[in-house]
C-alpha cells in the first residue's frame, strides 16, 4: 500500500512546485525555500505537495517568524494544504515543525523520524498561528560533540541529526567536520613538512582536543591521508545542507596551534608553548601557540579562511575560535589579554570584514581562578565594539558566568545547556533550569543574551531535557513542565489510544530524576560500575563527575519502568514504537545502574569486615557480576545501546583498508575507556552499550573480585597501586584487540520486552 502512495506524491510533489504562485526566492535575501521541500520530501513524502513555503521580507526585528494558514481552495489548484510563511528559512522549518508536532503528533527524535506516520488526511491549521522566536540564535554542539558523538557519522546519521536540529529551529550550528584538510594546505603552504605536520594531527577520535590545542600527535599511529580526504568531502555536502535548511554553519578557522618545528622554521616568530593537558605525556600536549600579534598569525588566517571559503562558498560570517581551552594564557597581564584578543579579531577581520568570533565560555567557569573578573574584561574588551564576538555561556543550567562577568562586558552571548559529559547516559536534569532560567537571563536588566543552544558533550539519552530548551526558544513564557511532558510523551509514542500509564510514567520522572534541585550535581550521573574498581572513592560523587544518585530509586524509576510496562501491556501498537523500545531499555539500563551501587556496598562492608572469609566475599560477589550480565543482556537487544554500532561505525571509514580499520577501532575503543595512550582522562567518555558492559566492566569487576578474594585469604593488604596496574593492564588489552565478532551482538533478536520482565521480577 505504502510503496504505491510514495511514487505518486512524488510526482505530486514536483507538479506542487512548478505551480507555486510564490517566487522559489524572496527579494530581500535571495534565500531559496528549496531547501524545506526538499527536507519535506525526506520524511514527509506522502504529502510533499502538501505544504507552501513563502520567504516574506522586511521583517528586520533580528527574530524568527512564522504563520500557519489553511490553504483555501480558491487559492490553490495544485494539492497545497498548508501555507507556512516565515522571515527566514530556519523560521518555516520551525513552522513546518510545529505543525507536524501540534497538529499532526508526530515527531522527528535521535531513534529516527516518525514524521511519515502523519496521519493520510492532513488536519487543518483553523485559525492561523504565527509564532516568534524569542532570541535571534538557537545554537547547536560544542566542539568536542565532534569527536564523542558524531566522529564517525556516515552522511545518513548527519542528514538525520541536521534535520532534527533544523525542524526544532537551529540556526547557528558548529561545523568542525573536515578542518585538517584546509588546516595542512596551510601548513603545507608555510613550508611545514608532512612529518612536521603528522607529528600535530591527532587520531580521529581525539580531533576535537587537538583543535583546541590540549594535545597534539597521537599515541595510535599517523592520521591517514584517506580519512582527511573524506571527511572534507563529507564537510562539504554539510556545509551545504545546512545553507539548505537556513542555518549558518559556524566555520572553523586558525587558532594559532602550529606544529612544533614551526618555531625552528620561523625562529623569530612569537610562539609560546602551551601547558601539560590531563597529564599526558609532553609529546602529546604542550602544544606550541603562535602569538595572533605576530603577522605570521594574520597570514596564515588569510591563508585558511580564503582556502575555506573557495571549498564550502562565502556562506558564513561566524567563526569558531578558542585559544585557551583548558590551557591558561602564557601571560596574565591585562594589556597581554588585550593585545591577543584585539589580534585575533583583527586577523580575522582582515580577511572578511563582516567576521564574527564565536568562542565556548567554558574556560571563565573550568579556569575561574585564572579568569577574574578583570581578565576577562580584558580580553573581552581587546575587541572593540559589542557586534564581533559571540560568547557561549557553555554551563548555563549549572554554573552560568553570565551574572559574574556583567552579561560578558557587553558582548552577545548565548545561554546553553551543556548537562552531557563525555556522552555520559545517566538520567537527569531540571526543568526549571532550562525553561525558567533562560528566560529570567534574556529579561535580566543590561542583557546581551542573543540566544540559547544545546552544547552538550554527547548526544546520548536525556532527549527530553534538550527537546524542552529548544521549545523554550520560541515562548516568551516559561514552558509548563506537567503540560509540556504530557505533549511530549503523546508525540514521542505516537500511538492511538496511547494508554494513560505511558505519560504517568514520565510525569514521574519529570518531577524528580528531571527537577534536580542539588546544584552540586548538575550533569549526566555516571555509574559507578563504569569506574575503574576500587575500596573507596566511587559512590556519592558530586561536582564535576557525579555519581551521586539524588533521587530515591525505588520510588522513581522503579514505578516508572513499571507504568511503562504496563502501557505496553495495554498497546500493542506502543510496545513496537521504536521510541518506546528505547526508554524501556534506558529506565531498565538506569535501574540496573543504581542497584549495582547497593551490591558493590555489601561487597566492601563483607570485604572491610575483619571476620569475613574469601568465601563470604565470593559469595556476596556473586549477584555484582550477574547484575552486569543481565544490563548486557537487556542494552544487547537495541540497536542504539550498541557497542559494535560505534566501531562498526568508525570501521566503515577506512573502505576496506584493514591497516586503516585497525587504526579507528583503536581510536574508537581507546576513547571510550583509556582515553589517552596510558588512561590519562580514564572512564570519561563511558557508555553503557552491550558488549561494553559485559566486554570490558564486567572484565574489571571480575579481576578486582579475584584480587579481594586472594588478599583475603593469604592475608594481606588491599594496595589501590596493584588494583589501578592490573585495570590499566585489562585496558590496553581491551583497546588493542580487534573484533570480527560484532555481527554475533548485532544479529541478536531477542525480546527486550521478555529481559525487561525478568529484570523488574529479579530487580524490584
Ligand atoms: C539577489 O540576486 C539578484 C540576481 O542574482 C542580484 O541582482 C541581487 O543583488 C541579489 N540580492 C541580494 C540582496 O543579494
Ligand atoms: C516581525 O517580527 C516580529 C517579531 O518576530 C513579529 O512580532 C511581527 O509580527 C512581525 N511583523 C511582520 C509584519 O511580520
Ligand atoms: C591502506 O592504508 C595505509 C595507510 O594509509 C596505506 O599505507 C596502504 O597503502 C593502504 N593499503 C591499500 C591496499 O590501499
Ligand atoms: C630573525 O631576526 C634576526 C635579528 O633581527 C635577523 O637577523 C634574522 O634574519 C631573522 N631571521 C629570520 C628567519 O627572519
Ligand atoms: C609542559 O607544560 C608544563 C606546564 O603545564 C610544564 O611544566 C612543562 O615544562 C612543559 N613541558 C614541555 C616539554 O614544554
Ligand atoms: C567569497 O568572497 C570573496 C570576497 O568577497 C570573493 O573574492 C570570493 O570569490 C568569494 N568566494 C566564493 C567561493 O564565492
Ligand atoms: C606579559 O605581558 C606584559 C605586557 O605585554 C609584559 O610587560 C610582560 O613582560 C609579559 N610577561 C612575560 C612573562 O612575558
Ligand atoms: C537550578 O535550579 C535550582 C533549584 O531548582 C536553583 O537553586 C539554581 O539556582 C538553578 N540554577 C540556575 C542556573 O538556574
Ligand atoms: C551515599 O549517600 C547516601 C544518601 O545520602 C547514603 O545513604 C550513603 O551512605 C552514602 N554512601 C557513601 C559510601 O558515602
Ligand atoms: C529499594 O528496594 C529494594 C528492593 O526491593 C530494597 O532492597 C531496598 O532496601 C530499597 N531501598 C530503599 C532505600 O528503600
Ligand atoms: C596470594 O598468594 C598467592 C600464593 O602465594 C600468590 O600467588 C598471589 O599472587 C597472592 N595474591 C595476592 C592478591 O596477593
Ligand atoms: C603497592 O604496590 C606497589 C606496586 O604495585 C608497590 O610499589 C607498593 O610498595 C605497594 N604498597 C604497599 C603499601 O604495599
Redesign the pocket.
Known amino acids: 500500500m505504502k510503496a504505491l502512495v510514495v511514487p505518486l506524491a512524488v510526482a505530486l510533489a514536483t507538479l506542487g512546485k512548478s505551480c507555486l504562485a510564490f517566487p522559489a526566492h524572496s527579494a530581500s535575501n535571495n534565500a531559496s525555500v528549496d531547501g524545506l521541500y526538499n527536507l519535506v520530501n525526506r520524511r514527509v513524502p506522502q504529502h510533499a505537495g502538501a505544504f507552501r513555503f513563502a520567504l ?1 521580507s522586511g ?1 528586520n ?1 533580528g ?3 512564522f504563520t500557519l494558514r489553511d490553504v483555501t481552495s480558491q487559492d490553490d489548484s495544485c494539492g497545497a494544504q498548508i501555507d507556512i510563511e516565515c ?1 527566514s528559512i530556519s523560521a518555516c522549518a520551525r513552522g513546518l515543525y510545529t505543525y507536524v508536532t501540534e497538529f499532526g503528533g508526530v515527531d522527528i527524535w535521535w531513534t529516527g523520524s516518525r514524521l511519515d506516520q502523519i496521519a493520510d488526511s492532513l488536519p487543518s491549521v483553523g485559525t492561523p498561528v ?1 509564532r ?1 522566536s524569542v532570541v535571534r540564535y538557537r545554537y547547536f554542539f560544542n566542539t568536542v560533540t565532534f569527536s564523542y558523538t558524531t566522529a564517525f557519522y556516515a552522511f545518513e546519521d548527519w542528514e538525520l541529526l541536521l534535520d532534527w536540529m533544523a525542524l526544532r529551529g537551529i540556526n547557528l550550528p558548529l561545523a568542525w567536520v573536515g578542518y585538517e584538510y584546509i588546516l595542512v594546505e596551510v601548513f603545507q603552504e608555510a613550508g611545514l613538512s608532512d612529518t612536521d605536520i603528522a607529528d600535530f594531527l591527532s587520531g580521529p577520535a581525539f580531533q576535537a582536543w587537538n583543535r583546541f590545542g590540549n594535545i597534539q600527535g597521537s599515541w595510535m599511529g599517523e592520521l591517514p591521508r584517506q580519512w582527511i580526504d573524506d571527511q572534507f568531502a563529507l564537510q562539504k555536502k554539510l556545509v551545504s545542507r545546512m545553507v539548505e535548511l537556513g542555518m549558518t554553519p559556524v566555520l572553523p578557522s586558525f587558532a594559532g596551534f602550529v606544529p612544533r618545528t614551526f618555531a625552528t622554521l620561523y625562529p623569530n616568530a612569537s610562539v609560546v608553548v602551551g601547558g601539560q593537558w590531563n597529564g599526558f605525556p609532553p609529546t602529546y600536549t604542550n602544544d606550541s601557540f603562535l602569538e595572533p600579534f605576530d603577522p605570521l598569525f594574520t597570514t596564515l588566517q588569510k591563508s585558511f579562511i580564503d582556502k575555506q571559503s573557495a571549498a564550502y562558498g562565502n556562506v558564513s560570517h561566524i567563526y569558531t575560535l578558542d585559544q585557551y581551552n583548558e590551557n591558561n594564557p602564557y601571560n596574565g597581564s591585562l594589556s597581554y589579554l588585550a593585545n591577543i584578543s584585539s589580534a585575533t579579531l583583527a586577523s580575522l577581520k582582515s580577511v572578511d570584514s563582516q567576521a564574527v568570533w564565536l568562542m565556548q565560555g567554558w574556560l571563565f567557569f573550568s579556569a575561574e581562578t585564572f579568569w577574574t573578573n578583570e581578565r576577562v574584561q580584558a580580553y573581552l574588551e581587546g575587541v572593540p565594539g559589542n557586534d564581533s564576538m559571540i560568547i557561549l555561556d557553555l554551563y548555563s543550567e549549572a554554573q552560568p558566568q553570565w551574572q559574574r562577568l556583567s552579561s560578558y562586558f557587553g558582548k552577545q552571548w548565548i545561554w546553553c545547556e551543556l548537562h552531557d559529559f563525555g556522552g555520559n547516559q545517566g538520567m537527569e536534569g531540571n526543568f526549571i533550569n532550562v525553561t525558567a532560567a533562560p528566560i529570567e537571563a534574556l529579561s535580566s536588566p543590561g542583557s546581551t543574551m542573543v540566544g540559547v543552544g544545546l552544547t552538550p558533550e554527547g548526544l546520548e539519552g536525556n532527549e527530553l531535557v534538550y527537546d524542552v530548551l529548544l521549545d523554550q526558544a520560541w515562548s516568551s513564557d516559561a514552558l509548563d513542565r506537567a503540560a509540556y511532558v504530557t505533549s511530549w510523551v503523546s508525540r514521542r509514542y505516537y500511538t492511538p489510544d496511547l494508554p494513560s500509564a505511558a505519560v504517568d510514567a514520565w510525569q514521574l520522572l519529570s518531577s524528580t530524576v528531571y527537577s534536580n534541585t542539588d546544584p552540586s550535581s548538575q550533569a549526566t550521573v555516571k555509574s559507578i560500575f563504569e569506574l575503574e574498581p576500587a575500596l573507596a572513592g566511587l559512590v556519592n560523587r558530586t561536582g564535576h563527575h557525579p555519581t551521586l544518585v539524588f533521587y530515591d530509586t525505588n520510588t522513581t524509576v522503579v514505578p516508572a519502568l513499571k507504568m511503562l510496562i504496563e502501557a505496553g501491556y495495554k498497546s500493542e501498537e506502543l510496545a513496537s514504537v521504536p521510541e518506546y523500545q528505547y526508554d524501556l531499555v534506558d529506565i531498565t539500563r538506569q535501574l540496573l545502574a543504581n542497584r549495582f551501587i547497593d551490591i558493590y556496598q555489601s561487597l566492601i562492608t563483607v570485604y572491610n569486615s575483619s571476620t569475613s572469609t574469601e568465601n563470604d566475599v565470593s559469595r556476596v560477589a556473586e549477584p555484582l557480576q550477574e547484575l552486569l550480565f543481565d544490563l548486557d543482556h537487556v542494552l544487547l537487544t537495541n540497536s542504539h545501546f550498541l557497542l559494535p554500532r560505534w566501531i562498526g561505525a568508525a570501521k566503515a571509514w577506512s573502505r576496506g583498508n584493514a591497516t586503516i580499520s585497525s587504526y579507528l577501532e583503536y581510536n574508537a575503543r581507546n576513547q571510550i575507556t583509556l582515553w589517552g595512550p596510558t588512561g590519562q582522562i580514564n572512564d570519561y567518555a563511558s557508555k553503557q552499550w552491550g558488549g561494553l558492559v559485559n566486554g570490558y566492566y564486567a572484565r574489571r569487576w571480575e579481576a578486582f573480585v579475584q584480587y579481594l578474594v586472594e588478599t583475603k585469604k593469604n592475608g594481606t593488604s588491599y594496595n589501590a597501586t596493584t588494583v589501578s596496574d592490573v585495570m590499566l593492564e585489562i585496558g590496553e588489552e581491551w583497546d588493542k584487540q580487534l573484533s570480527d565478532s560484532e555481527q554475533a551482538y548485532l544479529g541478536s533478536t531477542e525480546n527486550s520486552w521478555e529481559i525487561v520482565q525478568q529484570i523488574v521480577v529479579k530487580y524490584c
Open positions: 516574506a521583517n526585528t527574530l524568527d517568524t522571515n504565527t516568534s
